[in-house]
């Protein structure tokens, strides 16, 4: 052995001793959602006090949704999912991102994103996202996580340390980790099993499920053909994916579907409608500020499929408006005017309109429209811009 490889073998071997000393422990049992359970072993407890940093860490954030309304009907829709007890061991915050995503954290936080909650068409599709997080929790996948991220690098470790000794340095890395990433999407299909296990015991339709993944999918479709691309949807995601494709767990959800959902109907579209209704100007905001027209356009025509509703014709005019091409401000126009003649406009539609038509020089339309959407919302926080609009369009 050279002295280079001497010294690297030296180096290795202590990083591999390092990650090799660690102590027996105990091994955790039951399920942690048991009233009054307490984390067992060096590992749970730290990484238990990890979650409980990171949660503190979000009660702080500007980030967090504070809406006890909506927090309780996230809640409500747990504990049915559930169970009345075993659901109090979890704690629900919405981060306002608006990306599709929910994370569940070893001591019972539950993260979900705003993106989320635009993309969901009913209650029970909620409810599929959260059995799935909660699943992941009662089968503590963070901690098996942990073990597996740990035992992936002393192997790796271990065997360059005797490929070194042997002189013949083997890197172990893509193996060993994707291996480890091949874990992780086990585990992401176990939840998703437990999730929908959940949702036929709770009378949910367990269809629902399934039907979250080919919405993502459609929804990439639009995107794409938007920006005049390939869709990515069945692009194979490598060795180091960390979720299964959304192709797999639409399929194997379906088929999950037919075995524990046989008779049950409820899918609490309106219930959740009314649920979020008050955030949608947020949601749609954040939406179109992702400059995703496509996917934006997709989503609103889907959440229309019971037909146009004055919030909905206002998000498409702010969507049209937003891009800005040649005839999308006359189209948003038009959308905005089809809004303000809804019973359920929101006032941002008199704005919206005002603004659009004062981009295309119609000022005797702009000012009526803008003076209207100030009666609506006297204490605007664009007052004095949209007063100069006004004035100008006189």
Known sequence: MNLG?????????????????VASEPKPFGSPATHGYQPIGVDEKGIWAESDETERELKNSKLLVRDEKLTAYLNKVLCREVGSERCTAARIYVVRQPFFNASMYPNGML??????????????????????????????????????????????NWLTVISIGAGQYQDYRTAFW???????????????????????????????????WSGLRSEDDATATARGVKSLKDSPQGLFASHPMNAERMTY????????????????????????????????????????FGGSEFLLASLATNGWT???????????????????????????RKATGMPDA?????RGLGLALARNGDRPGAKPAIDEYLKRNPQAGDKPMLLMIAGEAQ
């Open 178 to 212: 994707g291996n480890h990433y091949r874990f992780s999407r086990d585990q992401e299909r176990d939840a998703d099993f437990r999730g929908i296990r959940d949702m036929g015991t709770a009378g949910y339709r367990t269809l629902n499920a399934s039907q979250i």
């Open 346 to 350: 929101p006032a941002q539609a008199w």
């Open 5 to 21: 490889n001497l010294r690297r073998f030296i180096a290795v071997a202590a990083i591999a001793w390092a990650s090799l000393s």
């Open 310 to 336: 004055g919030p909905l014709l206002y998000a498409r005019g702010e969507l049209y408006r937003a891009r800005g091409r040649a005839t999308d401000v006359q189209q948003s126009a038009l959308f905005y």
């Open 111 to 156: 993260t979900v994103f705003t993106g989320a909650l635009i993309r969901f068409r009913n209650e029970a599709q909620l409810a599929a996202v959260l059995g799935h997080e909660f699943g992941h929790f009662e089968a503590r996948h963070g901690l098996l996580g942990l073990k597996s991220r740990r035992n992936t690098a002393s192997w790796i």
């Open 253 to 292: 959800l379906a088929d999950e579907a037919v075995k524990v959902g046989v008779g049950n109907d409820f899918d609490g579209a309106a219930e959740y409608e009314a649920a979020i209704s008050h955030l949608w100007p947020m949601l749609i905001d954040d939406q179109i500020k992702l400059n995703d």
